[in-house]
């Protein structure tokens, strides 16, 4: 490894009773822990479990929407939990950030249904109230299902991104309406800030007009670090652009290769720092003590998820009804376009191309993220390996079961990954974008 101690993680949760896992909810593991999804105290357990861990940051995934794009009906998303329900996270950041005091606390957030003084206000005073420790994660809106909810149609890619472009362009010139040094406090003279260091914006685009100032001061990070996951060419785009972390999901090595190194290369092409952004690559860990417990660990995991679960919400993701090809049919041989933007999860971490059973299949047991299975040493071993090849700087984890997959990842790998110089020992930071950019 080019640099030992480079190796980043973040924790992936949802506010709901799946993350990635469809079989999350009705695992024995969950069942056992008295898993209550809807319990604040929940998250910020978790919350507390990965800043013992030194985690950079605990990130909530979102959705607005219950699917019914697998053959036209909500019945398969909400029999099977398929990323439904899902309550919105973002309150649960100030509840995790008050039990914690370094760990980043990150929510998706859209940018295709709000407007941009809306959204930096929000995200303003949740970097206030975290106290620089707040992460957003935007988006551009996954489906036409969560356009409809909003009472709109979904637009083009091209046209979401060009809009989410100016939305952050907006966003950055509210957060910088107000100095730093703004507000006086001069008790003597009753003057709270000096009116010639808060300035109006006066934007007006092609999407948006705001006059500002925003009536939120300067964060302690003016703005919230933000994550991004685009695949797509305008999405990368937007990435690399604004990103102070990406979560990408690309089961092969081979294949997070050449998104690692696109993705630096672009960057330098902009004449950006390529290590001012972190790249974590998804995985599901599956620990046991041997590794043939870890295997039937996996083997029970996986015998969870439905396979109309899987279809469900790959349909989702996708935007492509799944029930109209045939079980057999080879994913990535299809020609249809909603399935172009997903082509590199079509295959076996071996290149064997799937069916379009197999993909749904592990859609719902991860949502295609690949599962490091064994043995704490030999998980630890197949991460550093991963590294080596792809050059990433990371990793984004989900678990099969709540909290406990989580307990376990961080009492039994993380002190593996310490004792062998690629993970951190302490924070060296106060602030999200500060722990993003620990080296060590």
């Keep these: ?106 929510s998706t957030f859209s940018v295709s249904h709000s407007h941009p003084f809306y959204a930096a206000r929000l995200w303003a005073t949740l970097d206030h109230l975290t106290k ?24 083009s890619t091209d046209r979401r991104y060009d809009r989410a472009h100016e939305f952050m362009e907006v966003c950055q010139k509210l957060w910088h ?33 705001s006059r500002g100032p925003l009536n939120v001061t300067r964060s302690p990070q ?19 652009k604004y990103a102070d972390a990406i979560f990408a999901i690309q089961p092969r090595a081979d294949d997070a290769k050449a998104y690692y190194d696109s993705i630096k290369s672009q960057m330098s092409d ?49 935007d492509f009804d799944l029930s109209k090809l045939p079980a057999e049919a080879i994913m990535s041989e299809r020609k249809e376009p909603e399935l172009y933007r997903m082509r590199t999860r079509f295959h076996e971490a071996d290149g064997t191309p799937m069916t379009v059973a197999q993909t749904a299949a592990r859609h719902g047991q991860s949502v295609s993220l690949p599962q490091f299975v064994g043995t704490p040493s030999r998980v630890a071993d197949q991460m550093e390996e991963f590294v080596d090849i792809v050059g990433g700087d990371g990793f984004m984890l989900t678990a099969t079961h709540s909290p406990g997959a989580i307990e376990d990842f961080v009492d039994l790998v993380v002190p593996e990954l310490q004792k062998r110089g690629i993970y951190r020992t302490e924070y060296k930071g106060t602030t999200q974008r500060e722990i993003l950019n620990q080296m060590d």
């Design 1 to 106: 490894m080019t640099n030992p101690k480079n190796i980043h993680l973040a924790q992936f949760l949802v506010h709901g009773p799946t993350y990635h896992s469809l079989a999350m909810w009705r695992h024995p593991k969950t069942i056992s822990s008295g898993y209550d999804w809807n319990k604040p105290e929940l998250y910020q357990h978790i919350a507390q479990v990965c800043e013992r861990g030194l985690f950079d940051t605990v990130f909530f995934a979102d959705l607005n929407y219950i699917a019914d794009t697998y053959k036209g009906t909500m019945d398969p998303a909400l029999i099977h939990a398929t990323q439904a329900p899902e309550h919105d996270p973002i309150p649960l950041l100030s509840f995790m950030a008050a039990a914690t005091k370094q760990i980043g606390v990150a």
């Design 132 to 155: 620089g420790r707040a992460g957003w994660n935007v988006v551009t809106s996954i489906n036409s299902n969560q356009a409809a909810n909003y009472g709109e149609e979904r637009q």
């Design 177 to 209: 309406s107000w100095d730093s040094d703004a507000v006086q406090m001069d008790y003597k003279k009753g003057v709270f800030a000096d009116p010639k260091k808060v300035s109006r914006i006066e934007h007006r685009g092609e999407f948006f007009s």
């Design 222 to 240: 003016n703005g919230p670090a933000i994550l991004q996951a685009g695949t797509s060419p305008k999405g990368q785009d937007f990435a690399v």
């Design 270 to 318: 902009i004449g950006r720092d390529p290590n001012t952004c972190k790249i974590l690559f998804g995985i599901q860990p599956i620990l046991g003590t041997s590794e043939s417990h870890a295997r039937e660990k996996q083997l029970e995991h996986n015998s969870l998820v439905p396979l109309e679960g899987g279809m469900a919400i790959l349909s989702a993701h996708l």
